[in-house]
């Protein structure tokens, strides 16, 4: 059974950065595709970047596409998203998935959660 940890959120000024980190265990974490999802308060949560077992395919939603950057760094078992210029609107609870299969960008194709870390822009 995989666990998942996120950390790294916080309160931050608009146009300002974040790094969110997840750290897994208790699974080979190489064997995952891992993703981001977010979920406001009174939305669905909803699809932010995912990432292959290598590293070398992502894909992002819309909303964050040229300001977000996900990584992993499978030595360490934990997979990052950068968050530059952030904006109100992107005040959410981020929380880490992962799944034996790549490309998902819904919640019911991911296998395993986090429990979330919540990130408040201030304008």
């Known amino acids: 059974q995989v666990q998942l940890v996120e950390s790294g959120g916080g309160l931050v000024q608009a146009w300002g950065s974040l790094r969110l980190s997840c750290a897994a265990s208790?699974?080979?974490?190489?064997?995952?595709?891992m993703g981001w999802f977010r979920q406001a308060p009174g939305k669905e949560r909803e699809f932010v970047a995912t990432i292959n077992w290598s590293g070398g395919s992502t894909m992002y939603a819309d909303s964050v596409k040229g300001r977000s950057i996900i990584s992993r760094d499978n030595a360490k078992n934990t997979v990052y998203l950068q968050m530059n210029s952030l904006k109100p609107e992107d005040t959410a609870v981020y929380y880490c998935?992962?799944?034996?299969?790549?490309?998902?960008?819904?919640?019911?194709?991911?296998?395993?959660w986090g429990q979330g870390t919540q990130v408040t822009v201030s304008s």
């Open positions: 208790g699974g080979t974490f190489r064997n995952y595709a």
């Open positions: 998935s992962g799944d034996r299969y790549y490309g998902g960008q819904s919640t019911n194709q991911y296998a395993y």
